[in-house]
């Protein structure tokens, strides 16, 4: 099992990242409540959060609870170069960088202290070159396991520095509420509240057997693990995804079938396109929907083989969108994602018999070519004509 000696691992994540970026470059937008995205909030900073804005909640809603707001649109470009100057500062930081978006990192800085100094040095050294350099604030947890850093950085926002020495990592993390545990969401928190369970120290004294029977074998399992920080996981280089997928906010209908059907392939298209590029094909679609009371649900299907044909993933979308039908019309539906899962390692295609054409494919290539060479809103759908696509967020290479 992995587990660094002392606390070398670093998480480093930016504060509101879009919204501090729109604050940098626009010096009238600094110490007000910024909301970036109109219809829907994309990103919104610290004075707007702290009226109570959420990222994907409503414009309206928004703007209710901070009339006061300052409405941006959306600058993808700007966010990307952004987000490229951030690594910069990383990979000059560490060579052991393990980005898990385009604003946060892990950073393994064992090994440093003969030339660096200290783990909490290296950050706060890490913290005044992002600032200094990409002009961002940048808040970073250091601890000994990738959880409990991740955690840190999350205690420590906005703009701050963590430190959670080995010594003091179970008095920390015991302190804390349920909701800091990774995999806990609404429905977990609500089963644990249920039972009168707040705090993560409460979870780690239940015991694996009474969290199995709590929760189900796979969840009981791995909360218990994270209550005593067991983590065995190393800050890894280079790593591939295991998912790619994008969603699109839709705000509060009712909308039209032939808009969400539209929105479905629009996603379908982005996310093949990304697969074909990175030369990975995937088994398993899923399908995200949120609804207007916040609540989530995720439908999923296994194809028979890896693909990353459009149509055949698109069809499968459609299908578990079907099935989804009388959920979205009593619950009305917010937010619809797509992600193919289950991605082979190296592009290999399994052979099967008898062996036949597959069909398709070429369209694919060649429209991934035109849009390769003259821009991706050079080919669309005839259904997506007219209608305002969302912005496409800047992603971390595939």
Known sequence: MFVSEGASILHADLDAFYASVEQRDDPRLRGRPVIVGGGVVLACSYEAKRRGVRTAMGGRQARQLCPDAIVVPPRMRAYSEASKRVFEVFRNTTPVVEGISIDEAFLDVRGLWRIAGTPRRIAERLRGDVLREVGLPITVGVARTKFLAKVASG?????????????????????????????????????????????????????????????????????????????????????????????????????????????????????????????RGGRTVVLRLRFADFTKVTRSHTLAKETWHTTTILDAVRRLHHQAGSLIANRGLTLVGIAVANLDGDGAVQLELPLQAHTGGELDAAMDQVRNRFGSAALMRASLLGRQQGPTTPLLPD
Request: proline share 6%; aromatic share 2%.
């Open 155 to 279: 205690v420590a926002k906005p703009d701050g520095l963590l430190v959670v020495e080995p010594a003091d990592e179970l008095t920390f993390l015991h302190a804390l509420p349920v909701e800091r545990l990774w995999g806990v969401g609404a429905v977990t928190a609500a089963k644990l509240h249920a039972h009168r369970i707040k705090t993560v120290g409460q979870v780690a004294r239940l015991g694996e057997a009474t969290l199995v029977s709590m929760l189900g074998e796979g969840t009981g399992r791995h909360l218990n693990a994270l209550a005593h920080n067991r983590d065995p996981r190393p800050v890894q280089v280079g790593r591939r995804r295991r998912s790619m997928g994008a969603q699109r906010a839709l705000g509060r209908g009712p909308h039209p079938p032939a808009f969400v059907d539209a929105v479905l392939a629009e996603l379908v298209d982005r996310v093949c396109r990304r697969l074909r590029a990175a030369e």
